[in-house]
């Protein structure tokens, strides 16, 4: 028997245990298989271990999306997108430069088109923002489980939109992401009493702030101390 004399049932059983480019690679080989690969029951979860796997056209987006996880564990995150950008050399700029919109711009695409996403986790994505999070909030509104780790760009806001379109979350996580505070993760408790929330050194690191803005030395060395 071929593999194409599979019903559509068997054919996206087998593409499940595939790894995303095994899937495109066998869906380029006829159009049956193509039409299997662009079934949306087969997407939904997406896992990314690197920001520059966004740019692949190995996988698709859409309403079946169930779970979304971008986790990019590098060293390149600590040394150079994690740093404050007044800290940051010409070449570090440079560097950010060429991929600090792929997240941000990832995620203004899930919000059109994965709006039954039930779970996001964002680690080590240091270019997002407030805005780029509470538009997900919005759109998602079906969202339950949100966690971001290392999330530097992010503040209080995010936490505002947790309390404010979050209600559907059940669990949230904000870990290592300094410029979250004490005060906005006791407004989500006071919000979202129900919610399970978690802030591992979140609310206790040293926040952003520019050299006008009054930094001691002290605290500039706690900073320098922070991303070595």
Known sequence: MHLTQLNRECLLHIFSFLDNDSRQSLSLTCEPLRQVFLDPRLWTL?????????????????????????CWHSSRVLRVCN???????PFQRDICAKHKDLVSDFLARVCLTCPHLHSLTLSGCAHITDRDMAAVLRS???????????????TDEVLHAVAE?????????VDFCRNVTRAGLQLVRERRPGVSLSADRSGSMVPDSRPEEGLTFSTTLQKLLQFS
Request: with cysteine; glycine share 8%; aromatic share 8%.
């Open 46 to 70: 997406l896992s990314f271990c690197s920001p520059s796997q966004l740019r692949w056209d190995n996988f698709l987006l859409g309403s079946s999306l169930r779970s979304l996880s971008v």
């Open 83 to 89: 740093i404050e950008d007044w800290m940051k050399t």
């Open 140 to 154: 998602c509104g079906g969202l339950r489980r949100l966690r971001l780790e290392n999330c530097c760009r992010l």
């Open 165 to 173: 379109h979050g209600g559907r979350l059940a669990e949230v996580r």
